[in-house]
């Protein structure tokens, strides 16, 4: 499988609960993306990475953590989430940040549901 | 702000076809792109523009009008595994994509 992969593919946690979401490309892309998608609802860019660092940050709530540990993974960490947290997770990457005409790769996303 | 308009659902015609348009109000413009995104899968990257025409590749055409602030995603011939939410993005002046809320299509026989 080449491409963009995240896990788990589906999420159910408590408000107390801590877990994290992981996405893996093998594109050789340099910069990583996270998104939320809520039904009916544009895309929302959360954060991005651009050579592992991040040069993003949207406004999201601090109980949403990336983690960028090298070119080709990136996390999200959630802890203390919201029911109206749930949401399908996309990541995606593409060749480089500020680069006009360079289209991005998603992965599946990760259904997540808050209960 | 910056925003980005498209009809929330359209319904077509197996071998017909369908003109999906999107217009857009941003602060500065570096592209404007089309996906593709199939119920419960992945966005898949349709198509590109960034100068005003039209992109044709295969059964479907994207055109661009910057003047105007609108692109249309045009789909011919049909088929049922036409039936997927289009999404149309502009790549604002910070190189940050700046998404619509998509557009379902259904296909009927």
């Known amino acids: 499988e080449t491409g963009v992969t995240q896990t788990p593919r589906h999420l159910v946690m408590g408000m107390t609960n801590k877990k994290s979401l992981k996405c893996e490309q093998h594109?050789?892309?340099?910069?990583m993306y996270w998104y939320k998608q809520s039904a009916k609802k544009p895309l929302e860019l959360m954060f991005v990475y651009n050579f592992k660092e991040q040069t993003e940050n949207n406004s999201v709530p601090s109980r949403f953590s990336p983690e960028c540990p090298n070119s080709s993974h990136l996390f999200l960490h959630l802890h203390t989430l919201q029911p109206e947290d749930s949401a399908l997770y996309l990541c995606?990457?593409?060749?480089?940040?500020?680069?006009?005409?360079?289209?991005?790769?998603f992965g599946q996303g990760t259904r997540l549901t808050v209960v | 702000g910056q925003n980005i308009d498209q009809p929330t659902e359209m319904t077509a015609t197996e071998g017909a076809i369908v003109q999906i348009n999107c217009t857009y109000q941003t602060s500065g413009f570096n592209g404007l792109f089309w996906y593709q995104q199939h119920a419960g899968e992945a966005p898949t990257f349709l198509s590109y523009?960034?100068l005003d025409g039209l992109e044709e590749k295969g059964r479907f055409s994207s055109f661009l009008s910057r003047s105007k602030g609108y692109s249309y995603l045009l789909l011919k011939e049909l088929q049922m595994k036409d039936s997927a939410s289009y999404l149309c993005?502009?790549?604002?002046?910070?190189?940050?994509?700046?998404w619509g809320a998509g557009t379902k299509l259904i296909i009927k026989p």
């Open positions: 523009n960034v």
């Open positions: 995606a990457s593409s060749e480089e940040v500020e680069q006009g005409g360079t289209e991005a790769f």
């Open positions: 993005a502009v790549l604002d002046s910070n190189y940050q994509l700046i």
């Open positions: 594109l050789g892309h340099n910069a």
